[in-house]
């Protein structure tokens, strides 16, 4: 049971990045997979979410309309596309996944979910 993210690097403000979130050793249509973020000195914040069965979202205030998350359930995997970026997007980048029968998916609790990847690098520079 593994989550991978992948995608992250550096890019200048205004730049665009899609990270991918790709789960291994267990299948998603049933989970809720969130994207959560660190910044460095910051705790970590939840940045939005996906529900696999019907791909309902929900984000952040900060990232509504910039950052928005999709899936392709035949490949197991979610991306945030990072349009639109600002220095204030750095920080490590984290998936995670939770098995739900909810009618929608929690983006900003982190003991919601039960399965994490190990973070990728999002640096933007002004």
């Known amino acids: 049971v593994q989550l991978v993210e992948s995608g992250g690097g550096l890019v200048q403000a205004g730049g665009s990045l899609r990270l991918s979130c790709a789960a291994s050793?267990?299948?998603?249509?049933?989970?809720?997979i969130g994207w959560f973020r660190q910044a460095p000195g910051k705790e970590r914040e939840g940045v939005s979410c996906?529900?696999?069965?019907?791909?309902?979202?929900a984000y952040a205030d900060s990232v509504k309309g910039r950052l928005p998350i999709t899936s392709d359930n035949a490949k197991n995997t979610v991306y945030l596309q990072m349009d639109s970026l600002k220095p204030e997007d750095t920080a490590v980048y984290y998936c995670?996944?939770?098995?739900?029968?909810?009618?929608?998916?929690?983006?900003?609790?982190?003991?919601?979910?039960?399965?994490w990847g190990q973070g990728t690098q999002v640096t933007v520079s002004s």
């Open positions: 995670a996944a939770e098995p739900t029968v909810l009618d929608g998916c929690i983006y900003d609790s982190e003991s919601y979910y039960w399965s």
């Open positions: 050793g267990f299948t998603v249509d049933d989970d809720a």
């Open positions: 996906i529900l696999m069965r019907d791909g309902m979202t």
